[in-house]
């Protein structure tokens, strides 16, 4: 026999499979702005575009205080969200939260060309990817000896471990000479041993991080034996030194945190080892941890996140319903009020005095409308259009009048 489902379990089962994906839940996806409109809420809607394809998206009012400029069709732009569906309507869109504009220009097209030598050559295949170590004793760093990255990768990995050694060799990280400086650095800390080496600074543009963009540099992390980990710029910045590196960190701080494990944390669970040192832990760790998977794949599914945005989805909507309802309920009061008026124009006593007609009052302002209600030598009152008429009645004769 055939299972039926109605059209909400359908989204509903789609819903849960996007959210049950983690993938789905932090994405940046970048592409052209189009159909970009700013509604009158405070919320943008707009479109994705590229050669394959396009992406609907939505950046609610409360997170356009990140938004630095205003987005407009044609932008090149790289968006971070999530991916939903929209159960009542059963389609699927990016929420965006955050916005950045996409490096362009010469220097951007000359990025992709390198990047793609380079990748046709198999310098970023997988299978020469070298593993991090858990536990080094010697850390490596290049970047500049001023800057913030290097008292953020410092203050992390002490914090971390307080044994570690950090070995920073000063190099340049923009300007003339800094691809040179850059890669003499990763081979001189490559032959000093360290364990792992990290290279990058700070965000910047474009042409800030454009050292990080040379093939000398690529090969130099290519060719070097020890791990490396790069970490240039934020979270959203990718240089050609990030698709060569073994491991690329979003900021200076994550690579610290990648490439030095936290040595209390060590103890911890080695102390705890100690402890529960026998089989049958072995089966109870499984067992727990497979509870622990269903409890975040239902915490994720329950959480108050994807019911706001459905919700404020939902508001967006009944407001746009609001406003067509209340625009189509106003003409056809305008209009009724129209054939109201023409009525009433029609009925006007004034209308008809206007067109010869005239209003006859006896002395008790009583409307008179046969010759039974006077008789000779009674005073009448004649409202017209100007004024009044004062008259006497001299005479009455009875007509017959076809109606």
Request: hydrophobic share 40%; aromatic share 10%; charged share 25%.
């Amino acid at each position: 026999m055939k299972n039926i489902y109605s059209v909400g379990q359908v989204n509903r089962y789609v819903k849960n499979m996007f959210t049950q994906d983690f993938f789905l839940q932090k994405i940046y996806v970048k592409g052209e702005v189009s159909n970009c409109k700013y509604h009158t809420s405070g919320h943008i809607y707009f479109s994705l575009k590229d050669e394959t394809g396009v992406l609907s998206c939505v950046m609610f009012a409360g997170h356009r205080r990140g938004l630095a400029f205003r987005m407009k069709d044609g932008d090149k732009i790289v968006a971070g969200g999530a991916v939903d569906v929209y159960e009542r309507d059963g389609r699927y869109q990016l929420y965006v939260k955050e916005i950045t504009l996409e490096g362009a220009g010469a220097l951007y097209e000359r990025f992709l060309k390198l990047k793609q030598e380079l990748e046709d050559m198999g310098m970023f295949a997988a299978e020469y990817k070298q593993p991090i170590p858990r536990f080094i004793k010697r850390l490596g760093v290049v970047t500049a000896p001023t800057g913030a990255a290097v008292q953020d990768i410092r203050n992390i990995s002490y914090r971390r471990n307080p044994y570690l050694q950090v070995i920073l060799y000063p190099a340049l990280v923009q300007g003339e000479g800094a691809a040179e400086s850059i890669a003499r650095g990763i081979r001189m800390l490559d032959q000093a041993g360290v364990d792992v080496i990290i290279v990058g600074r700070g965000g910047g543009s474009i042409e800030d991080l454009w050292a990080f963009n040379e093939e000398m540099v690529a090969r130099a992390i290519f060719e070097c034996r020890t791990p490396i980990i790069s970490a240039v710029g934020h979270e959203t910045d990718f240089t050609i030194a990030d698709f060569a590196a073994d491991l690329r960190a979003p900021t200076p701080s994550a690579a610290a945190e990648l490439a030095v494990d936290d040595y209390r944390s060590v103890l911890e669970t080695l102390a705890a080892y100690g402890e529960r040192m026998h089989r049958a832990m072995w089966g109870k760790t499984e067992l727990y941890r497979s509870r622990l998977e269903q409890y975040q794949v239902r915490l994720q599914y329950l959480s108050p996140e994807s019911r706001l945005r459905e919700n404020r989805q939902r508001l967006a909507d009944l407001e746009l319903q609001m406003e067509a309802a209340m625009k189509g309920r106003l003409q056809d009061c305008r209009h009724r009020l129209g054939i109201y008026l023409e009525r009433f124009q029609g009925l006007s006593p004034l209308r008809k005095l206007n067109q010869g007609y005239s209003y006859v009052s006896d002395a008790g302002g009583r409307a008179v409308t046969s010759i039974s209600q006077v008789k000779a030598g009674d005073r009448l009152t004649v409202a017209v259009t100007d004024g009044m008429i004062e008259a006497s009645v001299t005479d009455t004769r009875e007509e017959e009048r076809g109606l």
